[in-house]
């Protein structure tokens, strides 16, 4: 084997002992690649592609929110809609944004909760989803013997909401979204 040397600009016989550890390096960078290194490759591909299914996956939509209200078997899910339409500021709210809290929910003390935290005097959640799950245990809790949609906003009025016309703006939202007819089914 020669090498040129461009300082002499000649060919220079190379030592064999020096060829053959290049080329033995060669060979085995060639092998670790090919071995090694391509599962490797597959394995960072795949946790990429994996995280952009989940980051997909939790995304918001408002289809995304009705089949998980539909799934959790609100009573009332036309209110809890509405709820959530007017309490994130229709989804653009700093609270909704940073907390992931659709509900403007406090951190639960005397019950089963899917909070992970507080931020700002208000519950932060792991992911949108889990503000829902979190609302239906809430509902669970302290809503179990309300029957009546009027039953409903009586207790939104006296126990939930502070604004006076709390009942009155998810009335409009409902009439004006026709919630009715989308939770018709459920």
Known sequence: MYKFNTE????????????WL???GGYLIIVLFVFGGIPLLRHFEMER???????????FTEEKLIDEIKSLHF?????????????????????????????GMKCALSR??????????????NTWSDCVIDRALYSTTYLSN???????YN?????????R??????????????????????
């Not at 007017?86 to 907390?99: I, Q, T, V």
């Not at 207790?155 to 604004?163: G, K, N, T």
């Not at 409009?172 to 979204?177: E, F, G, N, P, V």
């Open 8 to 19: 002499t600009l000649e060919f220079v016989k190379i030592h064999w002992s020096h060829s």
């Open 22 to 24: 290049k080329m033995a």
């Open 49 to 59: 592609e994996i995280k952009l299914i989940m980051a997909n996956e939790s995304k």
């Open 75 to 103: 009573p009332f899910p036309y209110i809890v809609m509405a709820q959530a339409i007017h309490e994130s500021g229709n989804y653009s709210s700093k609270l909704f944004l940073e907390n992931r809290n659709m509900f």
């Open 112 to 125: 089963i909760t899917t909070c992970k935290g507080e931020q700002g005097g208000y519950a932060l959640y």
């Open 146 to 152: 309300v029957k009546t949609e009027d039953e409903y």
């Open 155 to 163: 207790f939104l009025s006296q126990f939930y909401a502070e604004d």
């Open 165 to 186: 016309e709390y009942v009155n703006k998810l009335k409009r939202i409902i009439d004006q979204k026709e919630l009715k007819r989308v939770f018709k089914n459920n």
